[in-house]
């Protein structure tokens, strides 16, 4: 349990995709300024990333190790594998919630090219691929979570902030995006704060 709970505050808080390591800038910009799309795009990254890390998973350890392709066709297999995960999201999302769906727009199918999604699935892949099955599974689904918590969490701080800019004095040259990266830079210095905690 207690595995969990350091690989939980690693990937919310010290190892966060987008305000450490610096993965999934593009949606982490484009998705930030209302917190419901926020908060939207945040639970379908989640979603994706947790079934893609129980996916690439199970395919590294019954297929790619055992034929010894797994120095040669694990990104080309774990981008396939993400690019289908997203497609089933967009049509349950289109069904589901067709509001949502227009508010994120193009940033929806652009999740299966959002390198934090790819990340969580390479992060520790040599590491739980040394254990048994389950426990690789769970590990490694585990670290989908919360990296998608994290991206998450960063996700709605940041449209917070934007929402709070709009109504700020902010000069005309910094407006919009230039203001956006400064708050982003701001929050990534705020998020070095608990490196060597884990």
């Given amino acids: 349990m207690q595995d969990y709970f350091t690989l939980m505050f690693g990937m919310i808080f010290v190892q966060n995709f987008v305000l450490n390591q610096f993965?999934?800038?593009?949606?982490?910009?484009?998705?930030?300024?209302?917190?419901?799309?926020?908060?939207?795009?945040?639970?379908?990254?989640?979603?994706?990333?947790?079934?893609?890390?129980?996916?690439?998973?199970?395919?590294?350890?019954?297929?790619?190790?055992?034929?010894?392709?797994?120095?040669?066709?694990?990104?080309?297999?774990?981008i396939l594998i993400i690019a289908a995960l997203v497609q089933f999201v967009e049509i349950v999302m289109k069904k589901a919630a067709p509001d949502l769906y227009q508010a994120l727009g193009i940033y929806l199918p652009l999740i299966s090219t959002n390198c934090a999604v790819l990340g969580s699935t390479q992060m520790r892949m040599t590491d739980y691929a040394a254990l048994s099955l389950p426990d690789a599974l769970?590990?490694?689904?585990?670290?989908?979570?919360?990296?998608?918590?994290?991206?998450?969490?960063?996700?709605?701080?940041?449209?917070?902030?934007?929402?709070?800019?709009?109504?700020?004095?902010?000069?005309?040259?910094?407006?919009?995006?230039?203001?956006?990266?400064?708050?982003?830079?701001?929050?990534?210095?705020?998020?070095?704060?608990?490196t060597g905690i884990v």
Avoid at 31 to 60: E, H, N, P, Q, W
């Fill in 23 to 78: 993965l999934g800038i593009c949606p982490f910009i484009g998705v930030s300024k209302k917190r419901d799309s926020a908060i939207g795009m945040g639970m379908a990254v989640i979603f994706v990333m947790a079934l893609a890390c129980f996916a690439t998973m199970l395919i590294y350890k019954m297929v790619l190790i055992p034929f010894g392709l797994d120095q040669y066709l694990d990104i080309i297999s774990f």
């Fill in 138 to 194: 769970a590990h490694n689904t585990a670290l989908g979570i919360f990296g998608g918590v994290g991206f998450t969490l960063a996700l709605f701080l940041m449209a917070t902030i934007r929402e709070r800019l709009e109504q700020a004095p902010v000069p005309p040259a910094l407006r919009g995006i230039p203001v956006a990266f400064l708050a982003a830079a701001g929050m990534a210095l705020s998020f070095f704060g608990f």
